[in-house]
């Protein structure tokens, strides 16, 4: 795949690096890329919000991922972490792993598992070597903010006390995942404890609306997951009171923010909160990457089993985590 780099002068004068990818011109990249679209856009983009109950949208996002072939290199064990469900998955070449990651899925925060999300998790393990620490948060509306904030940090402390020094874990999310990476980092400093080695997010959400000088209008026709109305349903549903201090991840103090690498999809109406984090966390003096993949869409790295880009794109994540962590 081809990068092109780019970058923008900003107030801490440090350059954002910023790369765009490419897909690859293959023919297998070409028909299964064409293939995926049209399956997402028929099967799954008109069952994700209203009318559409949640029930309907946690058996769709379950059923589309169910599809998925997943890495046989990892292995998956279901345990709990007090009162929370959480995949256990382990690569199955090596010893005993002395890395970790915290993923935490994507959906909304009213669908998802960490079952929808082993095309992820268990590819990230296998590429990585590490323990990969997945919870099934509670979702909204049964758990309203910031029930799932308190499971993802409640999942970090955890990870401390096996054992994992906190510059050999890796926070990583996808979407609303994306956000709770993001917030747990935010959470578990305020809280005191230490942060991260370096925080992955793949088309995180982290505002429902529009943002100023918003795309995510004009690319809703061309992403074929995810549709601007379903923000309503996910915002009535969460109850995020207002005045909470950590209701908006766009209100946070970025300072001290870890490393982070975030990736998105060209096509996706999520586009633009990926550039508001690496202008802002630059301009914080942190640093950050972005990866913008070109015709690709909303968590194409689901798609690892079946698309070339996507593996390069989870390869890029192991790649980023590796450099960042304690050996």
Same mark, same amino acid.
């Given at each position: 795949?081809?990068?092109?780099?780019? /970058?923008?002068?900003?107030?801490?004068?440090?350059?954002?690096?910023?790369?765009?990818?490419?897909?690859?011109?293959?023919?297998?990249?070409?028909?299964?890329?064409?293939?995926?679209?049209?399956?997402?856009?028929?099967?799954?983009?008109?069952?994700?919000?209203?009318?559409?109950?949640?029930?309907?949208?946690?058996?769709?996002?379950?059923?589309?991922?169910?599809?998925?072939?997943?890495?046989?290199?990892?292995?998956?064990?279901?345990?709990?972490?007090?009162?929370?469900?959480?995949?256990?998955?382990?690569? &199955?070449?090596?010893?005993?792993?002395?890395?970790?990651?915290?993923?935490?899925?994507?959906?909304?925060?009213?669908?998802?598992?960490?079952?929808?999300?082993?095309?992820?998790?268990?590819?990230?393990?296998?590429?990585?070597?590490?323990?990969?620490?997945?919870?099934?948060?509670?979702?909204?509306?049964?758990?309203?903010?910031?029930?799932?904030?308190?499971?993802?940090?409640?999942?970090?402390?955890?990870?401390? &006390?096996?054992?994992?020094?906190?510059?050999?874990?890796?926070?990583?999310?996808?979407?609303?995942?994306?956000?709770?990476?993001?917030?747990?980092?935010? /959470?578990?400093? &305020?809280?005191?404890?230490?942060?991260?080695?370096?925080?992955?997010?793949?088309?995180?959400?982290?505002?429902?609306?529009?943002?100023?000088?918003?795309?995510?209008?004009?690319?809703?026709?061309?992403?074929?997951?995810?549709?601007?109305?379903?923000?309503?349903?996910?915002?009535?549903?969460?109850?995020?009171?207002?005045?909470?201090?950590?209701?908006?991840?766009?209100?946070?103090?970025?300072?001290?923010?870890?490393?982070?690498?975030?990736?998105?999809?060209?096509?996706?109406?999520?586009?633009?909160?990926?550039?508001?984090?690496?202008?802002?966390?630059?301009?914080?003096?942190?640093?950050?990457?972005?990866?913008?993949?070109?015709?690709?869409?909303?968590?194409?790295?689901?798609?690892?089993s079946l698309l070339p880009s996507s593996v390069h794109a989870l390869q890029r994540q192991a790649d980023f985590m590796k450099k960042h962590w304690a050996r």
């Amino acid at each position: 795949m081809s990068a092109v780099f780019s /970058s923008a002068s900003t107030a801490s004068d440090r350059q954002p690096v910023i790369r765009r990818y490419d897909p690859p011109t293959s023919l297998k990249e070409s028909m299964a890329a064409a293939i995926l679209r049209m399956a997402l856009r028929v099967s799954l983009k008109p069952f994700l919000g209203p009318p559409w109950p949640f029930a309907v949208q946690r058996a769709s996002l379950a059923i589309g991922s169910s599809l998925m072939p997943q890495d046989g290199r990892a292995s998956v064990k279901v345990e709990h972490v007090q009162h929370i469900e959480c995949d256990r998955v382990q690569p &199955k070449a090596g010893g005993k792993p002395r890395h970790a990651i915290l993923y935490i899925h994507g959906g909304a925060f009213v669908a998802g598992s960490a079952r929808t999300h082993r095309s992820i998790t268990r590819a990230l393990s296998a590429m990585t070597g590490a323990t990969v620490l997945a919870p099934h948060y509670r979702l909204a509306p049964e758990a309203p903010f910031p029930a799932q904030l308190e499971d993802c940090v409640t999942c970090y402390r955890q990870l401390l &006390k096996e054992g994992f020094s906190p510059d050999r874990i890796s926070i990583a999310g996808d979407s609303a995942g994306g956000n709770l990476t993001f917030m747990t980092a935010i /959470s578990a400093m &305020k809280q005191g404890l230490p942060a991260p080695a370096c925080l992955v997010m793949m088309s995180p959400a982290f505002s429902l609306h529009p943002l100023p000088n918003s795309t995510g209008f004009e690319r809703q026709a061309r992403d074929p997951m995810i549709r601007m109305a379903w923000a309503e349903d996910v915002e009535r549903a969460l109850k995020v009171p207002a005045d909470h201090p950590l209701a908006d991840p766009m209100a946070q103090d970025l300072s001290r923010l870890p490393p982070s690498l975030t990736q998105v999809g060209d096509d996706e109406v999520l586009y633009d909160n990926a550039v508001w984090l690496i202008e802002n966390a630059t301009a914080a003096g942190r640093d950050a990457e972005l990866e913008i993949y070109m015709k690709r869409w909303h968590v194409f790295q689901a798609h690892a089993s079946l698309l070339p880009s996507s593996v390069h794109a989870l390869q890029r994540q192991a790649d980023f985590m590796k450099k960042h962590w304690a050996r």
